[in-house]
């Protein structure tokens, strides 16, 4: 089970004391896949009791759906709290602008002379490109599961085909492995 004290101080302990070296930071990143790990693990197994006696009720002719039921039930599936997570849109911002300015500074490097310094700064770009683009692909992937766990429920998620919907998407979660974040 994940505690959170012990959690904040290795991280905190870890980080203060990290040089200029890369295994500090290596140390650092170890730790931090431990306690998403732990994160994750923790979530499911508070979770996956109440995801499995909700799943059924759903499935049962008449079951309402309460607002209750769609915040945990998004939570659980999708990752986020609310549908829309200013968060997430703020950082694909940052990231689709930080790959449009490498772009744009690749594109500049095209009418240079072939040279070691103008390969360098090819490598240096495409490396930003490379840093930024895995952060795209899983803030879209993100917001796309919302979006559709928001269309499937629609405004107020009581008819019996909101209640059907959101019963075929917890089952599907259910019944596969666990995402890469709670």
């Keep these: 089970m994940l505690n959170f004290s012990s959690l904040y101080s ?20 170890g730790a931090l896949e431990r306690a998403q790990a732990e994160l994750r693990a923790t979530f499911e197994e508070m979770t ?19 607002e209750e039921d769609v915040r945990l039930l998004r939570s659980w599936i999708t990752g986020e709290a609310t549908g ?16 449009q300015g490498a772009l744009e500074e690749l594109g500049d490097v095209r009418h240079e002379p072939l040279s070691l310094g103008s390969l360098d700064r090819v490598r240096q770009l495409l490396r930003r490109c490379a840093r930024v683009t895995p952060d795209i692909v899983n803030t879209l992937e993100r917001m796309d599961l ?4 928001d269309e499937a429920l629609g405004e107020t998620p009581t008819a019996p085909t909101d209640r059907a919907a959101l ?9 596969r492995n666990p995402r890469s974040e709670p």
């Design 10 to 29: 290795e991280l905190e302990s870890l980080y203060s004391h990290a040089g200029r070296d890369p295994e500090s930071f290596r140390r650092f990143a």
């Design 48 to 66: 996956r009791d109440f995801a499995e006696r909700t799943l059924a009720r759903l499935r049962r002719e008449g079951a309402e759906v309460t």
């Design 84 to 99: 829309g997570d200013l968060r997430n849109d703020d950082a694909l911002l940052d990231r689709l602008g930080e790959l």
């Design 146 to 149: 919302v979006r559709r766990f």
């Design 167 to 175: 019963a075929d998407m917890l089952g599907e979660r259910l019944h």
